[in-house]
């Protein structure tokens, strides 16, 4: 679940994740997530659909608007885009999605942000950190999105080299008035 990152901005976001030397720049597109992989039994798939389309009806618009970089090193080797207006609705939505038939404890405690490099050395993480320093995005949310995607396990070296994105948006979740 989350929220995509429009365009012009997330062209821009996928070229300094591909520049850092992320394996997931092409298969993964720029995004704040509301709510990580998560798996949900075919059971249960209609009321969660359900939960989220009242999510949606009870979350105003907003703005979102990202400036600069941040990182969660040392804890995690991660650098991203900061979100510095619209962080109380993102919080307040991750919480209300994660309430339903999608209930889990998080790893970490939830911080809003659009990831630029993971999962590459200190060199990569440092360029994306200080090539994206200047930064700044602001966009209308007006929904969020559901989206599927293989098991990283399951991605092959064709998949990593070019192969259609794996992340599919199969729901868009309108926001109230959106």
């Given at each position: 679940m989350a929220i995509p990152v429009p365009s012009p901005w997330r062209e821009v976001?996928?070229?300094?994740?591909?520049?850092?030397?992320?394996?997931?720049?092409?298969?993964?597109?720029?995004?704040?997530?509301?709510?990580?992989?998560?798996?949900?039994?075919?059971?249960?798939?209609?009321?969660?659909?359900s939960h989220l389309e009242g999510v949606a009806a009870a979350c105003p618009v907003f703005d979102l608007h990202l400036r600069g970089t941040g990182s969660f090193r040392p804890v995690t080797e991660v650098v991203f885009a900061a979100v510095v207006d619209g962080i109380a609705v993102c919080e307040q939505l991750e919480s209300a999605i994660r309430q339903g038939p999608a209930q889990r404890e998080r790893t970490f405690p939830y911080h809003p942000h659009v990831t630029i490099a993971q999962n590459v050395g200190t060199a990569g993480l440092d360029r994306a950190f200080n090539d994206l320093a200047g930064f700044e995005a602001k966009f209308r949310v007006d929904s969020f999105t559901l989206y599927t995607h293989p098991n990283p396990g399951d991605w092959t070296a064709?998949?990593?080299?070019?192969?259609?994105?794996?992340?599919?948006?199969r729901a868009v979740f309108r926001l109230a008035g959106g």
């Open positions: 976001l996928d070229a300094a994740r591909a520049a850092s030397g992320d394996p997931l720049a092409w298969i993964v597109p720029a995004h704040l997530t509301l709510l990580g992989p998560t798996e949900i039994e075919a059971a249960s798939l209609d009321a969660f659909r064709e998949t990593l080299t070019g192969a259609p994105v794996p992340w599919t948006p």
